[in-house]
């Protein structure tokens, strides 16, 4: 009995340290706007011009998370479903565009479009704003539905060939199937759309985020800019809440420690066509962007890039040390939580992630600056850890969902065996579990680390003075520095975290190899 | 486990070993960090203390800065805030978050560019100009004054910032102080009837004009001076010169001491250093700031505030008209 | 040897009832079959002995001690004495043969770990198998892994979940052969569970059979069959 107390104590205080370091400097912001007591504030978010460029931006961003989800779901079919050559470069390829900042997307697509047309009209427009974002998000569509592709067993689609056409059983047995990776790729990529304002806000289209960032940053009207990310919160929140509620959670990515159990196809004659499209989508969605960049870096009246590199390189090892501190909090806190939440039915914490992942950037920042800049905890606002508590309140609902995906596929029955045998749960949990979980801790530990590396939003609120960071660093200095430099530090940045990326290729490909147990 | 632990606590101590030695002074800085670091650097170099600058740009709209400063006000982390213009500091001083501050140094500045209480001090200004690309329109064609955008002959050819943010936001404030609230509010919804096109900030004015988007457009100082380093094909007037002009819009850098900060003295030092001629002739040689102390020297390419006939402006009353007519620019550009 | 008795248990998965009132002795040192259709509680009968459920109300007792009781666990599962074979086997994938064996003996802190590993991979003929890894066994050797690693603590009580599932007939009667032959030389209680009623004739000392979460009838192979009950006279002819 007392261990059981002993276990609760544990589990209270780990949920309210959490709570403490995450949730509570959101609720006193949001507590301190109620409590101003400025009525008008209150009365005046929720008008119909308000309302109108609400509805508006949700239909942009339904349109691009349509869009992106369409997109991402025909690559993924056609990547992990069927069988051709350079599959896997593709596979590889098309997930680049993940590292690269909407902005630079804005930017390259501009430039484009003045290069092809010698007009940029139109894409300073709605459509402009989703041409960008479904090419920056159908990259995790792709990454989600092709996770569950390969999930489904090839019996359920034999079975199905056996009594309906290739096409219908797509259609009939397929697609059903990976609903609730449809379902959270379409939610993730309106989220992501909905809270991006730097594609809108280059394009000069107004979005209810744009609105909120020119009350913020234009007018310093903290209240209105509070409120109306209130509203946004409440919205994201209201469509997370609703695929819990009725996916009941069901798993949207995981990685298959036994390999892919799927039918694979051949492609046949349909080869060209199938390359024809995922070239098109990999010339708009990388080498558009990678050319322009180059093309601006080698086209200056001088060479930037040892200049680029100079400025660069102490802000880039801090980052990579940064990312990757933050990566293993991440890892670590998304495995507790996540852990709690299927094994042990703690769902609080989760939740608590979940709204933290939801909150604007802004908003995170300004939270966070409230509540931690006091002399008593000065050893987290003046350093690093701030950026740390930023980074997990950004994305460790992410990890947490990912690791958690990997729990639910390791049968109860393994660790009962454990536990029938007379192992301690620590042990099972240590000798189990955990081993089992490798392969998703180390997914959870990458994508956090590249989210980590580009993160712009909060780190700009919140990095202590004097640290210099390479995101931080090439956005700053992009102000007013020449193109060629410019571009040279957006191409170095980038070539860094495809580096980075690569290396944890090469060791991910080790560990998947050694944990692979089929 | 225990190795586990022991390695997680490794890394907090490993990054909250810092630093809080009496020899540093935090400074904020809305100034584009490729000119500021290196003379924060000197002073670095030169004072033995150390500089933590958090740098922001008028491209990102200096949300980082200006929240923070504002978000720290009770507990404050900044010592100096160094901004672009004199507005920012304005919005601070009405808000109680900056503190007077004078000195020999600051005495060498004209009073005009200094807030009457010193709650700002202005040094190094930027002015802003007409950028142009010689392909697209000549020299002898180019509008002379501001309110010639209206002319129909530049119907669509020409580029202004947004004007919710950054030094356009002050030129158009400057521009209601100048011509009064009617005309100037006219004159904005004749530019836009004349097809002007709104871009995202004046480094993205200056490269449309640049790539031959657009043949003018207006920016500062600093973008037209880089524009002309990076390419043949633009060049840069100032506007309204002639005579019974309105003048052209000047803006200093703004230095403030924020109220409370941890390192006063060491800000006190570091604003000293800025307002010297060696910080100017270095300001002026990298991004073609125009001094504001007399007989500092600048390089020939520079222009000198003596032959510009500058808009005559009260930047106090400039950024409370500001923060009057915001609600107005943002309808505009709603529109 | 325990004899294991329920007394009076309820027991429901979210809002669905498995077992209502269930009673039951179970011999010790014998094998007992629970027989029935798929969803009628064998299972959870296994589960709840095995302290791996709770019950929702009464009591269950091993060996005279409650080790259950209305909605609490007060014995947990590793001190009960049971060895537990899964539906799924439930080998762990990362852990070669020898080590899914030695796993539990070695955390126990058990002596001479490789001589019983040794002995249990010789009574079930898999000597050579012992450095492979559970993916590289046919499915006849890995149900013979997860019953020797059920073994390893020297139960005093083998629960099985119908381990023998989806093997073919022959195989399924040698292994059984060989289970019974274990049980009678290490006498200890053993609760068999299958929905195949061969399978329980060929098994079981005793049978239950069950029906939607009630006992339908109980007794020797030949009190079955000649039971009165219409269910089970239908469940044993098909």
Redesign the interface.
């Known amino acids: 009995m007392d261990r059981t107390i002993g276990k609760n104590i544990i589990r209270f205080v780990s949920f309210l340290l959490l709570f403490l370091l995450l949730a509570l400097p959101i609720m006193l912001l949001l507590l301190q706007w109620l409590t101003a007591g400025e009525d008008t504030v209150l009365l005046s978010i929720i008008n119909r011009e308000n309302l109108l460029l609400i509805g508006k931006s949700l239909l942009m961003s339904g349109i691009v998370a349509l869009l992106a989800t369409l997109t991402g779901t025909i690559c993924a079919f056609l990547l992990y479903k069927f069988q051709f050559p350079f599959s896997g470069f593709y596979k590889l390829t098309l997930l680049l565009p993940l590292l690269i900042s909407p902005y630079i997307f804005a930017v390259a697509w501009k430039?484009g479009f003045?290069w092809l047309l010698g007009?940029?009209a139109a894409i300073y427009s709605e459509a402009g704003v989703i041409l960008v974002h479904t090419i920056v998000f159908f990259p995790l569509a792709m990454l989600i539905t092709g996770s569950a592709l390969s999930q489904i067993h090839a019996g359920y689609e034999e079975a199905g060939l056996m009594t309906v056409s290739f096409r219908k059983m797509m259609i009939k047995i397929i697609l059903p199937l990976i609903r609730p990776a449809l379902t959270i790729s379409f939610l993730l990529s309106l989220i992501f759309s909905l809270s991006d304002f730097s594609v809108p806000?280059?394009f000069?289209v107004?979005t209810f985020t744009t609105e909120i960032?020119?009350q913020?940053?234009?007018?310093?009207n903290?209240p209105l800019a509070i409120g109306q990310s209130v509203i946004l919160l409440l919205i994201c929140l209201l469509f997370m809440l609703s695929e819990a509620r009725y996916l009941s959670d069901a798993p949207f990515f995981s990685v298959s420690?036994k390999g892919s159990v799927s039918k694979k196809y051949h492609a046949g004659n349909r080869k060209i066509m199938l390359h024809s499209f995922l070239w098109m989508l990999l010339v708009s969605s990388l080498l558009m962007p990678a050319l322009m960049l180059t093309v601006q870096s080698l086209t200056?009246?001088t060479m930037f890039f040892a200049q680029a590199w100079e400025l660069i390189r102490p802000a880039a090892f801090q980052s990579v040390k940064?990312a990757f501190?933050g990566a293993?909090?991440i890892t670590?806190i998304g495995l507790w939580t996540a852990y709690g939440k299927e094994r042990r039915n703690h769902k609080l914490p989760d939740l608590l992630l979940l709204l933290t992942f939801i909150v604007p950037s802004?908003v995170l920042?300004?939270a966070l600056?409230?509540h931690y800049?006091?002399?008593a905890v000065?050893?987290?606002?003046?350093?690093?850890?701030i950026l740390?508590i930023a980074y997990l309140g950004k994305f460790g609902f992410i990890a947490s969902r990912i690791i958690g995906n990997g729990i639910k596929q390791i049968?109860v029955?393994?660790e009962?065996?454990?536990?029938?045998?007379?192992?301690?749960s620590?042990?099972i949990f240590?000798?189990?579990s955990l081993?089992?979980l490798i392969p998703s801790l180390f997914t959870a530990f990458v994508l956090s680390f590249i989210l980590c590396l580009g993160e712009l939003g909060a780190t700009?609120?919140?990095?202590?003075?004097?640290m210099e960071l390479m995101q931080?660093?090439t956005?700053?200095?992009?102000?007013?520095?020449?193109?060629?430099?410019t571009s040279s530090m957006t191409l170095i940045n980038l070539g860094v975290t495809v580096f980075l990326i690569l290396l944890l290729f090469v060791f991910g490909k080790w560990i998947f190899k050694k944990?692979q147990?089929? | 486990m225990r190795h586990l632990f022991n390695t997680i606590v490794l890394f907090m101590l490993m990054f909250t070993a810092c630093n809080l030695s009496p020899d540093e002074v935090t400074v904020y800085c809305t100034v584009d960090q490729v000119f500021s670091e290196p003379v924060l650097k000197d002073f670095e170099r030169e004072t033995g203390i150390k500089v933590k600058a958090v740098y922001d740009t008028e491209e990102t709209k200096s949300t980082g800065v200006m929240n923070r400063l504002i978000a720290e006000k009770d507990n404050p982390q900044c010592d100096v805030l160094w901004s672009g213009d004199p507005v920012r500091n304005s919005v601070l001083q009405s808000r109680d978050i900056t503190k007077p501050y004078q000195s020999e140094q600051t005495r060498l500045i004209p009073d005009h560019f200094k807030e009457k209480d010193s709650h700002w001090i202005g040094f190094s200004a930027r002015a802003r100009v007409l950028i142009y690309n010689k392909t697209l329109i000549p020299p002898d064609s180019l509008p002379r004054s501001i309110l010639d955008f209206t002319k129909p002959r530049f119907k669509g050819r020409f580029s202004i910032a947004n004007p919710l943010f950054g030094t356009t936001t002050f030129h158009m404030a400057a521009l209601f102080e100048s011509l009064g609230d009617e005309k100037a509010k006219q004159w904005m919804n004749d530019i836009k009837t004349n097809g002007a096109v709104v871009a995202a900030s004046n480094g993205d004015v200056k490269k449309r004009v640049m790539n031959g988007e657009m043949a003018f457009g207006l920016t500062d100082t600093d973008d037209a001076f880089e524009a002309k380093k990076e390419s043949d094909e633009v060049d840069y007037i100032f506007l309204d010169q002639q005579e019974n002009g309105i003048g052209t819009l000047i803006m200093p850098n703004a230095l403030s001491l924020i109220k409370g900060s941890p390192q006063n003295e060491n800000g006190e030092k570091l604003i000293n250093y800025l307002l010297t001629r060696e910080t100017e002739t270095k300001l002026a040689k990298s991004c073609a700031q125009m001094p504001l102390i007399k007989g500092t020297e600048v390089p020939e390419n520079v222009p000198s505030l003596d032959n510009i006939q500058p808009m005559k402006i009260d930047y106090k009353t400039t950024s409370e008209k500001l923060q009057v007519i915001q609600p107005w620019l943002k309808a505009w550009t709603e529109q | 040897m325990y004899k294991i008795t329920l007394e009076h248990i309820m027991h429901s998965y979210e809002d669905k009832e498995v077992l209502q009132d269930f009673s039951f002795s179970f011999e010790q040192g014998k094998r007992t079959c629970l027989l029935g259709p798929s969803g009628c509680g064998k299972t959870t009968v296994l589960r709840l002995v095995a302290g791996l459920e709770k019950p929702a109300k009464g009591v269950i007792k091993i060996s005279e001690t409650v080790v259950s009781e209305n909605g609490a666990i007060l014995i947990p599962p590793h001190q009960r004495k049971i060895g537990f074979v899964f539906q799924d086997l439930a080998l762990w994938p990362h852990f070669t043969v020898y080590d899914n064996i030695a796993f539990g003996l070695k955390e126990n802190k058990e002596k001479n770990v490789k001589g019983k590993v040794a002995e249990l991979l010789d009574l079930f003929g898999i000597s050579d198998k012992a450095p492979k890894y559970p993916h590289q066994l046919s499915g006849g050797q890995k149900q013979m892994v997860a019953i020797a690693r059920s073994l390893a603590m020297q139960p005093e009580i083998l629960l099985m979940d119908e381990p023998l599932a989806n093997i073919d007939a022959h195989l399924k009667e040698r292994i059984l052969q060989h289970m019974k032959d274990i049980q009678r030389q290490q006498q200890f209680t053993m609760l068999y569970v299958t929905h195949d009623q061969k399978e329980a004739m060929n098994t079981g000392d005793y049978i239950v059979v069950m029906n939607a979460g009630k006992i339908e009838a109980a007794g020797s192979k030949e009190e079955i069959s000649h039971s009165s009950s219409r269910f089970v006279r239908s469940f044993i002819k098909t």
Do not use: H, W
Not at chain 1, 416 to 424: L, Y
Not at chain 1, 460 to 466: A, E, I
Not at chain 1, 475 to 485: D, E, K, M, V
């Open positions: 430039d003045f007009n940029t806000a280059f000069c107004r960032f020119t913020f940053s234009a007018l310093y903290f420690v200056g009246r940064l501190a293993c909090i670590i802004t920042g300004i600056i409230r800049n006091l002399p000065n050893f987290i606002y003046g350093t690093s850890l740390l049968p029955s393994f009962e065996a454990a536990s029938v045998a007379g192992i301690p620590k042990k240590l000798k189990i081993p089992l700009m609120m919140v990095y202590p003075p004097g931080v660093k956005f700053a200095i992009s102000a007013n520095a020449p193109q060629a430099l944990f147990y089929v």
